[in-house]
């Protein structure tokens, strides 16, 4: 009977193994699985917008095949023929590979094999990289991190073909390309693979990936876990000047999705990175859980992945272009192909938020896996509902507890706020607390720079970071924020800007006439705070809202301040006069300075000095409340630099010598349209008479806004104490006020008040 007993109880486990034995055994496995491709196959011709993604790919693989397969010797850098030929393969070939699954034409998979074998054949012998500038060299790219692109996608084309494949073919393609391939870029290169940065998760993935196709555990864990003894020293460096070896922190793509990601889903390196970075992390992922579900990464850290995309997709502009902090192109969007990807992966493995419908919609473009024909189907069936962005704010740091971001709307995006109070970055990061830029729709109006590079266009630095990347781009000066004594935040050390992060002080976006983020900054210079606090306000004496910016110093040491506005666009007027030099000279010899000319220099002729500007057909007017001795200047980018790698932006900048404590207040005012077909003007001057400090105080900062008919408002934030619960009573000018909370606005008489 016992016996009886055992050999059920086996049985019963053979059951439970087998399907996982079988599962990790059939190909495709990964992106597409065999039953996905059957549900693809059913729904053909009648889910038009996956039909449509079917017949781009099909057009673009096609047109590639009667090309012929070309794996030229790699000899340069991005955007040169060598290295965009290896990339244009591996993503044809990751088509390729899916639509001989799809429609089941064998032109396809003899396609990739034809290819993957031509790699092989080149693979065996194939040196490093000629080219030098990376820390880590690939063979086929001239950095590691092209090489693990290559890798992760082609991982997916040889699952897509793995079964059409002989086994002498498959035994090649494992001993000659694949498993040498996942070594060279890991233990190969533990200084790129073994870190927490973006470059180690590609790597990560693709390690993982092609063990995946090719059943190998130690891949798999190497990939998951990463190398346990990869014999580099603690602060090692990469080219960027970020950590590459940092006692005590693990690594391996788990310890990746962990590190950089806030709980609210934001990627400590910015958005532009987050985008790159999702691709990896979250094919993988998805990898992961279609051929090992029981280790939950999609479920990993509160299914923090999928947060992730949300995140991302708020912090974009109203076009859909990713706000720029850190190093980031501008113009990189939702329309790129790893938000297609984002999208249609969160869609499905998600809670099918009706809302990314539409984002995937205006995408015009789908994943030909179970994921894309989820969102097609959806929005056949009409379940679109419009992406609705908000004011948010979102944490920085593993725990969520190292700065942030804030982002304030007002309206349909007529006005975004980009506040940003966040922690450095890794070796992208920008030496910039407390900066913020403002659009207005899809439209930069107080600009960021953004990064120094020409991506992918070889005649600048073979489409790398340029040495104004580093020199200018990352430099305070080069930011909407606090520059003293012309030195950056942090002296512009990653060793130290690393070790310390801003502090929100409070956010509110409950009301809907403002919206506030206030934040502190006590390191960037030992002995002076920084308190910024930036609102968007809709007094009803004007047609549209304000944005408020208060920024109060506090110092131990008397100091020299500069806070520049980089304006989009072209100067109208002032209400003050300057001076234009008869030369253009650089304003300083290090922390960028070097590269700011010094166009026109001015003092304010009132308490409250007034710029006027044109961009985009829309006129806007900073006014700010200034002093006697403060400087005005108007600078623009491009000094020092022969090879014209800068744009030639302008700022006005103001400046404030020789005082400890300070306070710089100003308001930015949208106004008015201007058409160059009627060439008519609207509303083209400020409505703003003054902007007004009537209270600065340790307790309580005080501003009162007056426009033209003598109508006014008033601001006061209280500096001590941003509880919600905490009641405020406060006289000035004999008047009194009451309310709870951190902030007050109101509507005033300036009766009194001066």
């Known amino acids: 009977m016992k016996l009886i007993k055992t050999k059920v109880m086996l049985l019963a486990l053979m059951i439970l193994i087998i399907p996982v034995e079988l ?6 496995k ?24 079917v017949a781009i790919t099909k057009q673009q693989v096609d047109s590639e095949i009667t090309l012929g397969i070309d794996t030229p010797i790699p000899t340069d850098y991005s955007g040169g023929y060598t290295h965009e030929r290896h990339k244009k393969n591996f993503v044809i070939a990751q088509k390729a590979g899916a639509l001989y699954q799809i429609l089941e034409d064998d032109k396809y998979a003899e396609y990739v094999r034809d290819m993957l074998l031509q790699y092989e054949a080149m693979y065996r012998d194939l040196p490093v990289h000629p080219k ?12 590691c991190l092209n090489d693990s692109n290559w890798l992760l996608y082609m991982a997916q084309a040889y699952d897509s073909i793995y079964t059409f494949l002989s086994e002498e073919e498959r035994q090649r393609l494992n001993q000659n390309l694949f498993r040498p391939f996942a070594d060279f870029i890991s233990i190969g290169n533990p200084q790129f693979y073994n870190r927490i940065h973006n470059h180690s998760t590609w790597g990560n993935a693709a390690v993982g990936m092609i063990g995946l196709v090719m059943d190998d555990r130690e891949l798999i864990d190497r990939a998951l876990y990463g190398i346990e003894d990869d014999g580099l020293e603690v602060g090692l460096k990469d080219d960027d000047g970020g950590f590459i070896k940092v006692e005590g922190q693990k690594t391996g793509f788990l310890a990746n999705l962990e590190n950089p990601f806030s709980p609210d889903g934001y990627y400590t390196e910015g958005p532009y990175y987050q985008r790159y970075a999702m691709y990896p992390f ?27 995309v949300s995140a991302l997709l708020n912090l974009s502009d109203a076009e859909g272009n990713f706000f720029p902090l850190n190093d980031a192109q501008k113009g990189m969007s939702y329309f790129s192909a790893s938000l297609v990807t984002a999208v249609d992966i969160a869609y499905h493995y998600g809670a099918q938020d009706p809302q990314l419908l539409s984002v995937a919609e205006k995408q015009g473009q789908v994943l030909l896996n179970q994921a894309g024909l989820s969102v097609a189907m959806g929005i056949r069936d009409e379940k679109v509902q419009r992406f609705v962005k908000k004011s948010i704010n979102v944490s920085d740091g593993m725990d969520g507890t190292e700065g942030g971001v804030a982002v304030l709307r007002y309206g349909d995006e007529d006005l975004s706020v980009v506040f940003k109070y966040a922690a450095q970055g890794l070796s992208h990061g920008h030496y910039d607390k407390l900066s913020f830029s403002l659009y207005d729709r899809g439209d930069e109006v107080i600009q960021d720079y953004g990064l120094v590079r020409f991506v992918n266009i070889g005649q600048k630095g073979g489409g790398n970071y340029l040495k104004e990347n580093q020199s200018w781009a990352k430099q305070t000066i080069a930011h909407n924020t606090i520059t003293q004594n012309q030195k950056s935040h942090f002296k512009g050390k990653y060793e130290l800007g690393s070790q310390h992060h801003s502090e929100l002080y409070f956010f509110d976006a409950s009301r809907d006439n403002v919206q506030v983020a206030s934040a502190t900054e006590t390191n960037a210079y030992p002995g002076t705070k920084l308190h910024r606090t930036m609102a968007i306000i809709k007094p009803d004496n004007f047609a549209k809202p304000l944005v408020l910016d208060i920024v109060k110093v506090t110092s131990k040491t008397k100091n020299q301040y500069d806070l520049p506005f980089y304006f989009m666009g072209q100067v109208l007027k002032t209400n003050f006069d300057y001076e234009a030099p008869s030369s253009l000279l650089p304003m300083g010899d290090s922390d960028g300075y070097q590269h700011l000319y010094l166009e026109g220099t001015g003092k304010p002729t009132s308490d409250s000095t007034q710029l006027n500007w044109l961009i985009e057909g829309k006129f806007y007017t900073l006014t700010a409340a200034t002093k006697a001795n403060d400087e005005l200047l108007f600078t623009r980018v491009g000094a020092t630099d022969p090879e014209f790698n800068l744009r030639r932006d302008a700022a006005l900048m103001f400046r404030r010598k020789d005082v400890s404590d300070t306070l710089f207040v100003s308001v ?5 349209r201007y058409s160059p077909v009627s060439e008519l003007s609207v509303n083209p001057n400020s409505n703003i008479s003054s902007v007004e400090v009537v209270l600065d105080s340790d307790a309580y900062t005080a501003i009162v806004i007056e426009n033209l008919e003598k109508q006014s408002s008033i601001f006061i934030v209280g500096n001590r104490d941003a509880s919600v619960s905490h009641r405020h009573q406060l006289t000035i000018g004999g008047k009194q006020y009451s309310w709870q909370g951190p902030y007050y606005l109101g509507e005033e008489s300036m009766r009194g008040l001066r």
């Open 30 to 53: 990964l992106i597409l699985t065999k039953a996905g491709v059957e549900a693809i196959r059913k729904s053909l011709g009648q889910v038009p917008l996956f039909d449509a993604s």
């Open 23 to 28: 599962q990790s055994k059939e190909h495709p």
């Open 132 to 143: 030098p500038r990376s820390y880590a060299r690939g063979k086929l790219f001239w950095q």
């Open 282 to 308: 979250l094919i993988f992922s998805l990898a992961m859980d279609n051929v090992k579900p029981e280790l939950g990464v999609f479920q990993h850290k509160d299914s923090v992945l999928l947060k992730a």
């Open 668 to 672: 930015i005012e949208p106004h008015g």
